[in-house]
C-alpha cells in the first residue's frame, strides 16, 4: 500500500557565484501554472523520506544539473510563508557557494531560462517570494514570515 506525500516544507538553494555574488535563478514558463513568467529560486516540495538537505541537492540537480553532496550545502534561512492562495508552507532555504560545472536548463518544459542574479538589486520580474528569500540573504537574516501577495507581470495579477 503507497502512502500518498503532500509536503508543507519547501527546500531552496541559493548557488552563489563567486566572482560577483550573483545568485542562480529560474524562469517559469509563461503558461506555468506556478509564477508564469517570474523568476524564482531553484527549489520545490520535499519529498518522502527525504531530509531537508537531501530535498535541496536533489532539487537543485533537477532543476541545474549541478550535483552537490546534501552534506556540503550550508544552511542559510527558514522563512514561514503565508500565500496569498492561503497556502502556509515552511521552507528552508541552503547555500552553495562552490560546486563543478556549469549550471544548465534541465526542466525546459517547466523554465525558459536560468538567470544570475544580484540578491542586493534583484530584478522586478522576481516573484514577491524571492524577493523576500534574497532580501533577508543578503541581510543575514537567518528567520523570517513572509506575506506573499500574488505573483503580478506588468501591473496583472496571476
Not at 541545474?64 to 532555504?93: K, N, S, W, Y
Request: glycine share 10%; with cysteine.
Amino acid at each position: 500500500m503507497s502512502r500518498v506525500h503532500r509536503s508543507l516544507a519547501h527546500v531552496m538553494v541559493l548557488l552563489q557565484r563567486p566572482a560577483d555574488g550573483r545568485v542562480l535563478t529560474v524562469r517559469h514558463q509563461k503558461g506555468s501554472w506556478h509564477s508564469p513568467g517570474l523568476l524564482t529560486v531553484v527549489g520545490g516540495r520535499l519529498e518522502a523520506d527525504e531530509f531537508f538537505d537531501e530535498g535541496a541537492a536533489r532539487e537543485l540537480a533537477e532543476e541545474t544539473g549541478i550535483r552537490i553532496p546534501a552534506g556540503l550545502l550550508e544552511f542559510c534561512q527558514l522563512v514561514h510563508l503565508h500565500a496569498a492562495d492561503g497556502e502556509r508552507v515552511a521552507g528552508v532555504v541552503f547555500l552553495a557557494r562552490e560546486w563543478e560545472g556549469e549550471p544548465y536548463n534541465r526542466e525546459p518544459d517547466t523554465h525558459s531560462e536560468l538567470v544570475w542574479v544580484d540578491p542586493a538589486a534583484p530584478p522586478g520580474d522576481c516573484h514577491p517570494f524571492t524577493h523576500e528569500v534574497l532580501r533577508r540573504f543578503v541581510a543575514g537574516h537567518w528567520y523570517g514570515n513572509v506575506i506573499a501577495p500574488e505573483p503580478t507581470v506588468g501591473g496583472e495579477r496571476r
